[in-house]
Nanobody
Framework: QMQLVESGGGLVQPGGSLRLSCAAS????????MSWYRQGPGKERELVAS?????????????DYAESVEGRFTISRDNAKNTAYLQMNNLKPEDTAVYYC???????????????WGQGTQVTVSS
């Protein structure tokens, strides 16, 4: 099986920055879309950003962002390292949440495409 391990969360002041990482390990054949979700206290889980397997190959594979983070967050990926990143700048208190990464992946060449989730990492934005 494949596992996703997240890191990079923490406590920051409003206006500060953090970079989250999500690295896949185990049996990996191919990884498609990489995404970041978050769930704040008392809120529904929401999609923050997503990136297709080849985000620079065409206009149709441009990264997607939630309106609330557009212009502040940047999703990127290193396919050689099976890793996704979320650069978060100008953080606001409303960004406080547990952040989860999600990869759509195959573990064998003919296997199904399956969703895999990271364990979650806490981001707290407060003075």
């Amino acid at each position: 099986q494949m596992q996703l391990v997240e890191s990079g969360g923490g406590l920051v002041q409003p206006g500060g920055s953090l970079r989250l990482s999500c690295a896949a390990s185990g049996s990996i054949f191919s990884i498609g879309t990489m995404s970041w979700y978050r769930q704040g206290p008392g809120k529904e889980r929401e999609l923050v950003a997503s990136s297709g397997a080849h985000p620079h190959s065409s206009a149709g594979e441009q990264p997607d962002y939630a309106e609330s983070v557009e212009g502040r967050f940047t999703i990127s990926r290193d396919n050689a390292k099976n890793t996704a990143y979320l650069q978060m700048n100008n953080l606001k208190p409303e960004d406080t949440a547990v952040y989860y990464c999600n990869f759509v992946a195959q573990t064998t060449s003919m296997g199904p495409w399956t969703n895999y989730w990271g364990q979650g990492t806490q981001v707290t934005v407060s003075s």
